[in-house]
């Protein structure tokens, strides 16, 4: 709590300092740098201050809307809060914000694979959580659009991967019916292009690209368990929940690795 305290009170300061502070890294008294908004956003994203972390890059990106370091964190940030918020009504707000942000960091890079990747997180995880399915066709496909060309520029990218990998494992949890009536009515160019051998594949890569992930694990693991692969799901959670946490997010994506461990090791107790 000491520490956190302490990096309110360094963002106070900054603030009350004038534009200066949340413009970037500056000379201070005696020439001392005063930290940029990006370290101490980070700073707080750690320290579990979510909320504070994304108010401080809203600050920058008020100022700097070009601010590259920062624009990719706004979505992160907003992101981790739809995730975490207490309600539907909440976490959606903070999903579209999520959305609008990566919308705005690809206006001014929409070259960058990060900028790519995160868009497409943001809106891959407001696709899910919006009603009306023409909706979610439509932002599914621009998931899928945004994910083919982060992918052509890095193909090992693992946000990128994990990304198009749970586009693949949420579009073959659908009934067949549902997903021959979605291509034919909604023209949702995903559920022609989803396959539960690609939902593994991208998930692997994610994992193995970047192990300290939760989400990564987590999903990879879910895509085991929706096949009923029990063994290949058990081994998946146990691999995640063996990784320390790294983002406050990482308390409840814990939690529900815990949980699915417990059912599918009740399911392989009831197989003969």
Do not use: C
Not at 9 to 18: C, D
Not at 81 to 107: M, S, Y
Not at 199 to 218: D, K
Not at 234 to 246: H, I, Q, W
């Amino acid at each position: 709590m000491i520490a956190v305290r302490v990096l309110v009170g360094l963002v106070g300061m900054m603030t009350l300092g004038g534009a200066e502070g949340l413009l970037g890294q500056t000379a201070g008294p005696q020439g001392r740098l005063t930290p940029s908004a990006v370290e101490v956003s980070d700073s707080l994203l750690y320290a579990g201050e979510l909320r504070r972390a994304y108010e401080v890059l809203d600050a920058r990106l008020e100022f700097e809307p070009a601010d590259f370091a920062a624009g990719w964190r706004a979505v992160r940030a907003a992101l981790g809060l739809g995730i975490l918020g207490e309600d539907h009504e909440t976490r959606l707000a903070w999903l579209r914000l999520a959305d609008e942000r990566g919308r705005r960091l690809l206006d001014h890079h929409p070259e960058e694979v990060e900028a790519l990747a995160w868009a497409a997180a943001a809106r891959g995880r407001r696709a899910l959580a919006e009603d009306g399915s023409r909706t979610l066709a439509r932002l599914a496909d621009e998931v899928i659009e945004l994910t083919d060309r982060a992918l052509e520029k890095d193909p090992d990218h693992p946000l990128a991967n994990h990304v198009r990998g749970k586009i693949n494992q949420e579009g073959m949890r659908l009934p067949g019916m549902v997903r021959f009536m979605g291509r034919l009515l909604l023209g949702a160019e995903v559920l022609s292009r989803t396959s539960w051998e690609e939902a593994e594949a991208r998930g692997r890569t994610a994992v193995e690209q970047a192990p300290g992930m939760l989400l990564f694990h987590l999903e990879l693991a879910e895509t085991y368990r929706y096949q009923e692969k029990w063994a290949a799901a058990e081994a998946a959670y146990r691999d995640g929940l063996a990784r320390p946490d790294s983002l406050p997010v990482d308390v409840e994506f814990r939690r529900i690795m815990e949980e699915r461990l417990a059912e599918v090791q009740a399911e392989r107790d009831e197989d003969p």
